[in-house]
């Protein structure tokens, strides 16, 4: 079976709506942990994380495989730092009742990314992408003056996980060995973390087999849409990837509002509103620049083949 044929790509589109569902839904878990600190979580989910990628890359790529992401530890020294706010933030968001918040900030994400790539990458702006980076400027600037508070969680995890994506891309590490290693970083405060709490009675596993499972299902909530998001990337087209990656802040946003009754007035419709709009027009625009790639692809390959199908007859 091709890699690119009918049943790889619907195979893709699985894992790839699987994963970001999963994404979407994880408020549902982090709320169930919310007697719990918000810095014990996210030690549990570095440690019990680092134990099933161990397990995920050992398994895959023996010994050799778990070396070698290591031989990259100052690019990953930053990204773990990244990482580790971004987990921290959005786990301290959902407790604390600003799923919505946070929600925002992954569909502000990939304009983000787009400023990033100008900064950083000298990718030029289209028309479109501009128009699109001064709409959700401007809803952010709606909840700024009509709310009377800066979205400062939305800021904070959009900022953080655009610049790890950039760091990681220009680091060109395997997602899963990568992660593995910036888990492996983070580890040894992590446990010097859970020690203290648990020599002052004050950690939370073990006084109850319900949080205790809860927080070792930390490793296969965190690692498994990993390994799902993986498996989709390299099945599917970007432009499609990117398609479906609004299903992760649309699953929060839902959440947000129709079960955890977060405020949602005129300002917030306003600023969704305007948010929503640029990234209607960021995604029309991907997804004429992916088709108008494909096409020149296809023009080229046939240029490029025409003189090799006339060469073997010229010499017969």
Do not use: C
Not at 6 to 28: F, I, M, N, Q, S
Not at 90 to 112: C, D, K, T
Not at 190 to 200: D, F, G
């Amino acid at each position: 079976m091709s890699p690119n044929g009918p049943d790889e790509r619907a195979r893709g589109v699985a894992y790839a709506v699987t994963t970001y569902l999963a994404w979407g839904l994880l408020p549902l878990y982090f709320k169930a942990l919310r007697a719990v600190p918000a810095v014990e979580v996210l030690a549990h989910r570095v440690v019990w994380s680092l134990l099933l990628l161990a397990a995920v890359v050992g398994a895959r790529a023996g010994a050799r495989g778990l070396a070698a992401p290591f031989r990259r530890v100052g690019p990953l020294a930053a990204t773990t730092a990244l990482i580790a706010t971004n987990w921290l933030v959005y786990i301290w968001a959902v407790q604390s009742g600003r799923v919505l918040e946070a929600s925002l900030g992954y569909f502000v994400n990939p304009l983000v990314n787009v400023l990033l790539g100008v900064a950083f990458l000298d990718e030029a702006l289209s028309r479109r992408q501009r128009a699109a980076v001064a709409l959700a400027g401007a809803g952010v600037a709606v909840l700024v003056v009509r709310a009377g508070t800066i979205p400062w969680i939305s800021l904070v995890l959009a900022a953080t996980f655009g610049l790890y994506g950039l760091l990681r891309k220009r680091a060109a590490i395997d997602p899963i060995g990568g992660l593995l290693a910036e888990t492996a970083l983070l580890a040894p405060p992590a446990i010097a973390l859970l020690a203290w709490r648990a020599a002052a009675g004050a950690g939370a596993f073990g006084t109850g087999a319900g949080t205790s499972l809860l927080l070792a299902a930390a490793g296969p909530i965190t690692a498994l849409p990993l390994v799902g998001f993986g498996l989709a990337v390299h099945r599917l087209r970007l432009s499609t990837m990117g398609l479906v990656q609004y299903l992760a802040p649309t699953g929060q946003f839902l959440l947000a509002v129709l079960l955890y009754r977060e405020p949602f007035g005129p300002a917030h419709a306003a600023a969704f509103g305007l948010i929503w709009a640029a990234l209607a027009l960021y995604t029309t625009d991907a997804i004429a620049r992916s088709r108008t790639e494909r096409a020149g692809a296809r023009r080229a390959g046939q240029e490029v083949a025409s003189p090799g199908e006339q060469e073997p007859r010229s010499r017969g």
